[in-house]
């Protein structure tokens, strides 16, 4: 069964770093992963999606990366803002039809 | 496009009744999913929908029921609502399968917060 792990629990940064949000697995067969903002009391927007042939996933200053091999999925935010405040949540679909989530990372921008 | 919308918001429920969540797509997506988020234990998967018609357990379908009449529509039902049911339920759609499961992007609607005393 899948296991998805996300560390940092919990991330406080001030504004305008640049930080790395990690997502580890352990089961290589993958479709793909998404990762997800989630603001509190809200659902979940999908930030990016990447297939299993592909190694990253570009979408303004988000950049997410995979390494099957490793088990990691990276999310990299420059540049962070306020606004990026959120839970940050990776999830695999390795059963066709279900994605099996990891527990998310709280990150609080300061300004 | 609304995208994907829930009915209601919250409810609060005594043990022992039952309840519909709706949830609507106008995406024409045909697969559709149930999901509750808990403290702790993450987003899993409760049932879920290939097409009209069909419906498929996932991980955690026990007390729930599902129906999908419409393409549009996914319905999850609790007969006899218990407090292990508090939670915060999601519905999800995601497009048809074109070259594989790795273009299965699925997205969500805001939420049903329920609340079983």
């Known amino acids: 069964k899948q296991e998805v792990t996300q560390i940092p629990a919990a991330l406080s940064v001030p504004e305008g770093e640049n930080l790395v949000l990690n997502c580890s697995f352990t089961d290589s067969a993958i479709y793909n992963l998404q990762w997800f903002r989630q603001d509190p009391g809200k659902g979940l927007t999908s930030l990016l999606l990447i297939q299993s042939s592909q190694r990253e996933q570009t979408s303004g200053r988000l950049n997410a990366s995979l390494d099957k091999s490793s088990g990691r999925s990276t999310l990299y935010i420059a540049a962070s803002q306020p606004g990026d405040s959120a839970t940050y949540l990776c999830a695999f679909n390795n059963a066709g039809n279900m994605l099996t989530f990891g527990g998310g990372t709280r990150l609080m921008v300061k300004p | 496009n609304a995208g994907v919308t829930q009915t209601p918001k919250f409810r609060v429920l005594k043990t022992g009744q039952s309840m519909t969540l709706l949830c609507a797509q106008d995406?024409?997506?045909?697969?559709m999913y149930w999901y509750r988020q808990d403290p702790g234990m993450g987003l899993r998967l409760i049932h879920y929908s290939v097409g009209e018609g069909t419906t498929a357990k996932g991980e955690v379908p026990d007390g729930y029921n599902v129906s999908r009449l419409k393409k549009q529509n996914f319905l999850l039902g609790l007969e006899s609502a218990a407090p292990s049911q508090t939670s915060v339920y999601f519905c999800a759609s995601s497009y048809s399968i074109i070259g594989g499961w790795t273009y299965n992007e699925q997205f969500f609607g805001p939420g049903t917060r329920l609340t079983v005393l």
């Open positions: 995406m024409n997506h045909e697969y």
